[in-house]
């Protein structure tokens, strides 16, 4: 199943940015009509914003990403899925919380965290480049606690549906580090 989930998923961005253009224009038209010409670019990203994220995730250990090559990919990556919540104070500063799992075979949620989001939405254009930093704890074979930073992008189509990317460096207390990327859907309400 989890080889699916990044087949399935890429299938699904892709038909959402073939109609992005007519899902934000329909969005515009609607949703926008009644609100002052301050609101009006509205902005896709809000204060008082609670969003869930839907993501598929893949992880390479510090020596693997240090000295890559695709049979050291292959052999040491793991591929997982997970769920996360978000919730933004202002429009650029808010919490989230993640979990995933990569291993069906333990736990069912291998590693949990949480963090201070910084984004910075770019006018117009439905981009938003976004750095955080937090920590958590990993489940999984050593359980270990982890202190962790990254940065990514985010695409709104419209308020309420977006994909996102990112990538973050994990610092466990007990193993080596190692690096964890997503890509998945944002949806806000």
């Known amino acids: 199943m989890k080889t699916m989930f990044p087949l399935t998923l890429a299938a ?7 109609t992005s253009t007519q899902a934000r224009a329909a969005d515009t ?6 609100e002052t ?8 990203y809000r204060a008082n ?25 292959r052999q040491n990556g793991r ?9 933004f104070f202002t429009r650029n500063i808010g919490i989230g919380a993640d979990a995933y799992s990569e291993n069906t075979k333990g736990t069912f949620v291998d590693s949990a965290s949480a963090n201070l989001i910084l984004r910075f939405p770019l006018n117009q254009t439905g981009f938003a480049p976004y750095v955080f930093g937090g920590g958590g704890y990993h489940f999984e074979e050593i359980r ?14 419209t308020r309420q ?18 690096g964890v990327a997503r890509l998945g859907m944002r949806f806000a309400f």
């Open 12 to 18: 699904v961005v892709s038909t959402m940015l073939i």
């Open 161 to 178: 549906i977006g994909i996102f990317i990112d990538a973050r460096w994990v610092l466990p207390n007990q193993t080596s580090d190692y």
């Open 79 to 87: 591929l997982g899925a997970g769920l996360g919540v978000n919730y």
């Open 37 to 44: 010409a301050s609101n009006h670019q509205g902005d896709l």
């Open 49 to 73: 914003e609670l969003s869930m994220d839907v993501f598929g995730s893949g992880s390479l250990g510090e020596y693997t990403i240090d000295h890559p090559n695709s049979t050291r990919v």
């Open 29 to 34: 038209n609607s949703t926008y009509a009644s």
């Open 144 to 157: 270990n606690e982890f202190a962790q930073a990254g940065g990514g992008m985010e695409y709104r189509f």
